[in-house]
């Protein structure tokens, strides 16, 4: 009986000692808020925000460095996402949302330098040297690299037309500012 | 038959006595036929005609663009003049692209396919693909392809084919005229309709402010079998298919399923009409009964419009305007929608063309809520309009969607009876919009990371390849230079 707990005793400290040093000597940093936060951002890494790419951005956001409307091609939907992530209140009233777009490639001006290619990220562009190139509008999210690339201006962001089966009634007057009149 | 009560609704004043006593009158061909490409819900209906070309009436105009698709015919015969954009009929009044065509006034008839001479010996399916063919909708407003609802019937077992006669909408004629005068097509229709399904049974349902159609259709029901016609209390809104299976069954539809899980599919009295005409004569869709109605018509009735005329020129068949309308309404007064303008055109959908006049929309400054509760007590799916509705204000979409926002049919019975005038169903339109919206940029957002992910797993095999290569290059080379 006293050797079971004995041994028992010995076996835990041992233990608890090695997990305790190890947790440690071996930590690995990685925050889970981080994480969490790269994964509502689109993850194209466009840049547009001016980090690298959607990971950096995410520590940004975690750290409190960045805004929450830091987002282009995310818009209204990304931001109003962070900003319940990380329990601020998104200021969105002053962003000026361009609602989402897609690039086009505009046949006449392309001399096919595949330079927007190596841009998209998304693999949405399809073409070879010397050769017209072309934007899937579905793969598109409308980071817009590949038109700052172009050396010919061939390419233009479009506006995703709202269609008749998207469109919704917009938000009714808010009563209560009626009353205050 | 035994019926259920359904909870709440309301009680609206009918008003449909101007156009209920008048027969259905056929409108004569208009100067220009504007027909759109997508007059029901799903993908939008390709065109295979050109500009210039001749059509006759019938003529296949724009095929089904999907699955979930309609094709759109020639209502009359004449000259394609263009397929340009033009203002929907729509709240929105977004443009869509619309096939322009300028009658001929002959009227001639294209080839149609054959009738099927005994519908009830043929293959369901071929019964299935003359009503896709016909391009049938659902004519009580909702415009879902007919076909593709005839196609439950191979997925689940059915019993009931519910015939929806009920026309709760106040007034809205239409189908109480259809019943009166076209009670055997309809009928006939609905047991097409039913055998192509599988269902054993057809009850048709008819509000009981409509004694006059009650009588006809059982009447013209009394010889066929397996065929009831029961009516339903008058109570807003029963011609909702889910409230009208809970009133003959006593079930109730859970949420984000179809009656036809309940082993019930409900149709409209003028779909089945249409299915008469398709499956019998192949004859597609090229008319619809419309109730004109409203305080600021001057001859308030129901009309066989050609689809396709214009909104304008059927107010002008119908009189005109005695007064200018405060709001003209596509649909009932209590879920119709605000035209843009009067030049947009009637489509598969178009159940009613109401001007309003100031006093009828009523339309008051909302006040704030005093909590009595009454949106609560009325609301027939059980929702609590109050509280979603001042969290949508408050942009809290999350918490009215926890509420069950998206389970709101929109009937509008809140807006109606609420004593401070709060446009509460308007709210609950808005975040199920924007609640679409929100989970359709969350796809997307889905889609392009998995894009990116793939583009990175490319480049990274690229850079291992290119390295492989380097570095046999430089095993071989090493080797050269040993053995020089």
Known sequence: MLIAVGSLAVMGATLGTLLGVASRYLHVEDDPLELELLGLLPGANCAQCGFVGCGQAAAALAKGEAGVTLCPPGGKAVAEKLAKKLGVKADLDDQEDVGPQYAVVEEDLCIGCTRCIRECTADAIFGAPKQMHTILKDNCHGCAKCFKVCPTEAIKMCKVPVTLSEWHWAKPEDVADVHAH | MKLFSVRGGVHPEYRKE?????????????????????????????????????????????????????????PTSGRIASIADMTAPHPSGLPQPTIILEPDGKDEWAELPPGLFDPFKADPQAIRSRVAEAGIVGMGGATFPSAVKLNLGTEKKLEILLLNGAECEPYLTCDDRVMRERA????????????????????????????????????????????????VPAQYPMGSERHLVQAITGEETPARKLTADLGIVVHNVATACAVHHAVRYGKPLLARVVTVSGGAIAKPQNVEVPLGTLVS??????GGLAVPPKRVVNGGP??????????????????????????????????????????????????????????????NLDAAARLGVRDCVSCGSCSYICPAHI????????????????????RKTDHIRQLVEGHNVRLEKQAAAKAAAAAAAAQANAEKGGEA
């Open chain 2, 313 to 318: 020129d059927l107010v002008e068949f119908c």
């Open chain 2, 334 to 395: 209590m879920m119709g929608q605000p035209l843009p303008s009067l030049a947009v055109p009637v489509v598969k959908g178009t159940s009613g063309i109401l001007a309003l006049t100031a006093d009828e929309a009523n339309e008051q400054p909302s006040e704030p809520c005093i909590r009595c509760g009454t949106c609560v007590t009325i609301c027939p799916c059980g929702l609590v309009p109050v509280e979603m509705s001042a969290f949508i204000r408050k942009e």
């Open chain 2, 18 to 74: 101007r156009t209920s006593e008048s027969a259905i009158v056929a409108m004569p061909l208009p100067a220009t036929l504007y027909l759109p490409l997508q007059q029901h819900i799903g993908a939008p209906a390709e065109p295979v005609v050109e500009a210039g070309e001749l059509v006759k009436k019938g003529q296949l105009l724009a095929r089904a663009g999907g699955a979930v698709s309609a094709p759109v015919h020639a």
């Open chain 2, 423 to 442: 446009p509460l169903v308007h709210y609950f339109n808005y975040a199920k919009g924007r609640l679409n919206a929100l989970d359709r940029e969350a």
């Open chain 2, 184 to 231: 055997e097509e309809m009928l006939d229709g609905a047991r097409i309709m039913a055998y192509a399904l599988g269902a054993p049974k057809v009850v048709v349902a008819i509000e009981e402010n409509k004694p006059q159609a009650l009588e006809v259709v059982k009447q013209a029901a009394s010889t066929l079998p397996n065929l009831e016609v029961v009516s």
